[in-house]
């Protein structure tokens, strides 16, 4: 087959179809590689393999930059941008090389990344290709299913390879898969058994972006016989673990130092916000299972930092779900998990649920109605104090010092800002209530002064008018008072003699 046999002999004849046409078009690239597939490691030591993989990689490439320059323009300023596109047309070879065998398809992709390809289009191949494998033989493929589903062996082992396979082929870059697409890899590889390292790849990767995750992500059932509970949690912990981790890591790379007052509050703190709400519906939803342990939900509950929860009433409803559902439990363990919550973080209406909860022991609820009572101490007391004054409807966050705790020193110099002129509004408006209120303590003891005045005069002129009638007649008779003594000589010898007889 080679020249010293004959001139253009078989060899030389196939090397040419090969450089002239079949690396000259993808779709002839791949019918060789699936024709490949039978003959390894023959046409891979032949480098016939190694040859359509670098024009695959090639043609994609070439095909993703003649697409981007395609889509650059001028905008309305002169200057020139890129146009969003919602699907790029030059990622049309995803659909060919999904048909490859998963041995093949991870040298291609491999191949690609080293050519550049952007991680986008790697991770919608890689999307692709999971739905296309691991849906055609059996039902595994179904993030919303919860049946426990048995497979044949050899079925079993081929998609094991298959989900560690596109785990390794995972970018690196964030986003550039959805994180519904990793919840559902990780689903399989518990399923399936995958490797520790393919599930603890997940598992990272997961917690590197669970702030856009939602509450039926997280659902993760539990796909073993011998479990006792509904759900994974052992799973959820470990990526709340990793969120925690990342979320630490990137708070200690943060050198600003710079503090503006209407700056946005930093993506890892509002992270933080976002799984804090998600966890505390999460431990909402597997509470009511009778099979799980007080110390699993503890620990899921306590995974996250102390200044993540602003606001307690979320992990205090789920607490009482739990509570709804375990009604044996004794008061050491109630009293264990009621540690958890943080009463001076509830909102009046928790609280005022809280102080009526039969369910909580008994030290809770009477806490919780200090608390009630402190705070409406406090909301009163303030209300007539101008300097230690705060809003009655945000006394209970501001003294826990949640928002001051959880803030970066950028975003907790803009939100003590905010504050502050709150609080000179309100001053402003207190002030003015409390002139208001004066005048009217002056005029209303005005008014009971003229009216206590008033009715002393006229009960002293009604004794007056009474004692004025001897008065009167002595200045009458001032005049002659021998007639005076002899008229009253005369009225005394009269009732003398009326007395006598």
């Not at 799980?292 to 409803?317: C, E, M, N, Q």
């Not at 945000?394 to 001051?404: N, P, T, V």
Request: aromatic letters at 6%; glycine letters at 2%.
């Amino acid at each position: 087959m080679t020249e010293e046999f004959a001139k253009d002999n078989l060899g030389s004849r196939a090397e040419e179809y090969l450089e002239s046409i079949v690396s000259k078009n993808l779709e002839m690239c791949v019918e060789v590689l699936q024709q490949c597939e039978n003959l390894l490691p023959l046409a891979d030591e032949l480098k016939v393999v190694s040859r359509c993989i670098d024009a695959i990689a090639s043609k994609a490439c070439s095909e993703q930059i003649a697409s981007s320059f395609s889509r650059l323009e001028y905008s309305s300023s002169g200057r020139l941008h890129m146009s969003k596109q919602t699907k790029c047309e030059s990622d049309w070879w995803i659909e060919d090389i999904s048909v490859l065998r998963v041995d093949l398809y991870e040298r291609v992709i491999t191949a690609m990344k080293c050519r550049g390809v952007r991680p986008e289009s790697i991770g919608v191949s890689l999307v692709n290709y999971a739905q296309r494998e691991l849906t055609k033989k059996s039902s595994l493929w179904n993030p919303s299913g919860q049946t426990k589903v048995d497979f044949v062996t050899g079925s079993n082992g081929q998609e094991q390879i298959v989900v560690e396979t596109i785990v390794s082929l995972l970018p690196v870059e964030k986003l550039a898969v959805p994180i519904n697409f990793l919840f559902g890899l990780l689903r399989s590889a518990v399923m399936l058994d995958c490797s520790v390292a393919c599930r603890l790849d997940l598992e990272r990767r997961i917690g590197s972006q669970l702030d856009i995750a939602t509450l039926d992500d997280l659902l993760i059932p539990s796909f073993k016989h011998s479990a006792d509970t509904l759900f994974d949690v052992d799973t959820v912990h470990r990526i709340l673990v990793n969120f925690s981790q990342q979320d630490d890591s990137e708070e200690d790379m943060d050198d600003t130092s710079v503090f503006e007052s209407d700056s946005p509050r930093s993506p890892s703190q509002s992270a933080l916000f976002k799984v804090s709400k998600l966890l505390d519906n999460y431990l909402a939803e597997i509470a009511p299972d009778a099979n799980l342990k007080l110390s699993k939900f503890v620990v899921i509950a306590d995974s996250l930092p102390s200044h993540a929860r602003t606001i307690h009433d979320g992990l205090y409803r789920a607490i009482d779900i739990y509570l709804k559902a375990h009604q044996g439990l004794p008061d050491i363990d109630k009293k264990k998990l009621c540690k958890l919550i943080d009463f001076q973080k509830l909102s009046p209406e928790a609280g005022a649920h809280a102080a009526q909860n039969e369910r909580l022991p008994l030290q809770c609820m009477v806490q919780v109605l200090y608390f009630e009572q402190l705070r409406l101490r406090n909301a009163l007391s303030n209300s007539c104090a101008d300097e230690d004054y705060k809003p009655s409807h945000q006394s209970w966050r501001i003294s826990s010092g949640a928002l001051s705790a959880a803030m970066s020193p950028r975003d907790n110099y803009a939100s003590l800002r905010r504050e502050n002129r709150e609080l000179k509004l309100e001053l402003t408006r207190l002030r003015m209530r409390l002139n208001d209120l004066e005048k009217e303590h002056v005029c209303i003891r005005r008014d009971m002064q003229k009216s206590s005045s008033r009715k002393f005069i006229n009960s002293f002129s009604r004794k007056f008018s009474k004692m004025s009638i001897f008065g009167h007649s002595s200045s009458r008779g001032s005049s002659s008072p021998s007639k005076h003594s002899q008229r009253t000589d005369s009225k005394v010898i009269e009732r003398t003699c009326t007395s006598a007889e």
